[in-house]
């Protein structure tokens, strides 16, 4: 099914008519190219701004299906790259936020588990790497963090890109996975699973609580089946950020009648802190 109209895919960012930042991405007329105007899209500041509108009309775009027509599959990074880019720490501002509040050798084996990585893309930006459960190597996102407070850096724009963009794949077909899921073969199914939003939360998680995997939907959309099927028969605890409690226990409700052992944790939903806070946030807070 596609639809006349649908959101930009490419990460072309403009000015939200709202918030009046630039993390707007605007609705394009599928059969043309064109975008359809200036405020129809959607702003990425979801919690913070949250404007979201549809074009008026978007009928449904009939389409002649080719019964040969091959499925397209998804791309994979060569593993020479986690090398390549396992470097330079010094120099990469998310590590040495780590080093400020944990131990060297606990920050070491974290760095490890997750194959964090460092990019010149940006001075001092992480690669966070996303390995699906056969250890193949289906994106790394790079994204900037402050190296003293740990926020990431969203000023003058959100500084989120990808490798395959860096190195100009342009054939690459990106399928994302859970961050974090090619550590599943350490884990058996009487393990516990926790399931949050950012890869920070689950990397920082992992130190605190290492009993447990961490792993992270890499944005609060992420928080859906076709990400969470590689990990269905494990017992699982999500915890949504601040606001995001009854979107995610919704899903969770959806999830269970179809045979996941899951539950969504309303910790945070019952502090009271901004919208946006997440399990890392209060830990790291509490411990200060």
Known sequence: MKYKYQLDKTSKKYVCPNCNKKTFVRFVDTLTGNYL???????????????????????????????????????????????????????????????????PIDVKQVIKKYFIGTSNHWAGATVFWQIDQNVNIKAGKIMLYDCNTGDRVKQPYNHISWVHKKLKLNQFVLQQCLFGLHNLCDYDTSNTLCVVESEKTAIIMSIIIPSNLWLATGSKSGFKEELLKPIKNYNIIAYPDKSEFNSWNKRAEELIKKGYRIRCSNLLENLTVDNGYDLADYLMTRTA
């Open 37 to 103: 105007n200036t405020i129809d899209g959607r702003c990425d500041r979801e919690t913070k701004c949250g404007y979201f509108k549809k074009p008026e009309s978007n009928q449904i775009v009939t389409q002649k299906y080719d019964c040969n027509t091959k499925q397209v599959k998804p791309s994979y990074h060569k593993n020479f790259l986690i090398k390549k880019f396992g470097c330079n720490y010094k120099n990469n501002h998310f590590v040495s936020y780590l080093l400020k509040h944990f131990a």
